[in-house]
């Protein structure tokens, strides 16, 4: 069983930008953000595997950037040049197989952190 926790959300003007983070308790082949905005449905962000390769949402292109510290077991999401529709609750995810999380099936779930866009 892997635990993951999220850290780093919270409010933001748009243009602003936020990081965010997650812990691992075990190392896994895959991880990844996910978001899911009030009366939408869960979206993928970004996913890298171990070795680097990295996949990301159409809409965050250009302006999340994720990366992984592999001896840490943690992930971090650099979020640039927010804008409100990014408003939503993020979620941490890891699976062993980088196909499936670029895929959205996720094994292992955070809890979730709120990000908060304001215009």
């Known amino acids: 069983q892997v635990q993951l926790m999220e850290s780093g959300g919270g409010s933001v003007q748009a243009g602003g930008s936020l990081r965010l983070s997650c812990v691992a308790s075990h190392a896994t082949a895959a991880m990844g953000w996910f978001r899911q905005a009030a009366g939408k449905k869960r979206e993928k962000v970004a996913v890298?595997?171990?070795?680097?390769?990295?996949s990301y949402g159409d809409s965050v292109k250009g302006r999340f950037t994720i990366s992984r510290e592999n001896f840490k077991n943690t992930m971090s999401l650099q979020m640039d040049n927010l804008v409100p529709d990014d408003t939503a609750m993020y979620y941490c995810a890891a699976d062993p197989l980088y196909r499936e999380l670029e895929a959205g099936r996720a094994t292992y779930w955070g809890q979730g952190t709120q990000v908060t866009v304001s215009s």
């Open positions: 890298i595997s171990m070795a680097g390769t990295t």
